[in-house]
């Protein structure tokens, strides 16, 4: 199916890799132009090259260090004028560090706010004025399916994620009406880097084996599997088309039927 997204201009941050480096390998397979943030634009370059293989000769790199808030917009600023404006934005972030509540330090949740967080806030409000101007947009930020049902160990994740799914609401009312849509994705465990890091947390952290940490994070899952990457990007692009123009202020799982929220 073509969604209709060539030309179209995206920024996708924590792009390096997992959800963020699918998420843009989707859209560039759509024909949109596309510019990967993160820390490093070395890291990047590989990720560039691929894009560009996949249909957008267009990709770029960007580097943007989410906690830096002061050089967000001139970032954003920059690659609306190199691609030709932004249609579309995945707010994509790293996730905070994980433990029971007591073993989370008040310096952790501050980091958390402030990588997690204000990030999006601070993206959003660069965005939002490209997105006008084009006459319309996509906004779509990445969650968890801890915003559907606790996941333990999470506190940090849980509750700064739900702080998202309040900002996507919010936006989505106030500027449904010039054709800006803003959801949010609630990806449960999916075959990623981050999912590793977290199997290894639970092992040395309960002592348990590999297989039985594993079993942990898919007691809840009815599929019995870890997600494909893939399929999480091909819901991406299909939210930043057409296709999606009536889709707004929606929290959509993605957890192979982890969630048993209506």
């Not at 843009?24 to 943030?37: I, P, Y």
Request: aromatic share 4%; charged share 25%; net charge negative.
């Amino acid at each position: 199916m073509d969604l209709g997204l060539k030309g179209k201009c995206a920024l996708v941050t924590a792009a390096s890799r997992g959800l963020g480096r699918a998420s843009a390998l989707a859209l560039a397979a759509e024909g949109a132009k596309v510019a990967v943030a993160g820390r490093s634009v070395a890291a990047l370059e590989e990720l560039v090259q691929e894009l560009r293989s996949v249909g957008a000769p267009d990709a770029m790199a960007v580097e943007m260090d989410l906690a830096r808030h002061d050089t967000l917009r001139p970032s954003v600023d920059a690659v609306a004028e190199r691609l030709g404006g932004l249609d579309i934005f995945l707010g994509n972030t790293g996730g905070p560090a994980s433990g029971p509540f007591l073993d989370v330090s008040r310096e952790a949740w501050e980091a958390g706010i402030n990588e997690i967080l204000l990030p999006l806030v601070d993206l959003s409000r660069a965005v939002l004025p490209h997105m006008r101007a084009a006459g319309g947009g996509r906004i779509m930020y990445v969650t968890t399916v801890g915003v559907k049902m606790v996941q333990p160990n999470m506190v940090l994740s849980d509750s700064l994620r739900l702080a998202i799914v309040g900002l996507a609401k919010s936006l989505s009312i106030e500027f449904a009406h010039e054709n800006i849509m803003v959801n949010c994705l609630c990806p449960g465990p999916f075959a990623t880097d981050r999912m590793e890091d977290l199997i290894v947390a639970s092992m040395e952290r309960d002592g348990l084996s590999r297989s039985d940490a594993e079993a942990v994070w898919l007691d809840e899952v009815p599929a019995r599997k870890f997600g494909d990457p893939r399929d999480f990007g091909a819901i991406v692009a299909t939210l930043a088309s057409d296709r999606g123009g009536f889709i707004t202020g929606t929290a959509i799982s993605l957890d192979g039927g982890k969630s048993r929220a209506y």
